[in-house]
């Protein structure tokens, strides 16, 4: 939700001519390409974190018992990686627009 609050403020600013008078320079404009592709990494990393929650407190606690130790614990799972490597990404991409 703050997020999504942060990337409306940030999208209206940009494109409403009465804060920026028409003037976007190329360093503004690099910032807002990187805004907008840290906010689809956050999103999806979120998207991945909840779809976790599901499967290991839901589904593998109803199905196997509790297998959610062994569940949450292996580090070779496709989404455990895909979040890892989205994370790794947002801080690089945040790191060199500071």
Known sequence: GLLLCL???TLYL???PKYNK???DSHTSVMM???AIMF??????IAI????LLQGYVDIRITQGSGLAAYLSNLKAWH??????LFGTQQT???AAA
Do not use: E, M
Not at 80 to 85: F, G, N, P, Q, W
């Open 7 to 9: 990337f409306g403020v």
């Open 14 to 16: 940009y494109f409403n």
């Open 22 to 24: 028409g003037r976007q």
């Open 33 to 35: 390409g990187i805004s």
């Open 40 to 45: 689809f990494i956050a999103t999806l990393h």
């Open 49 to 52: 974190n909840f779809y976790r």
């Open 80 to 85: 455990y990686i895909l979040k890892d490597l």
């Open 93 to 95: 991409l945040g790191s």
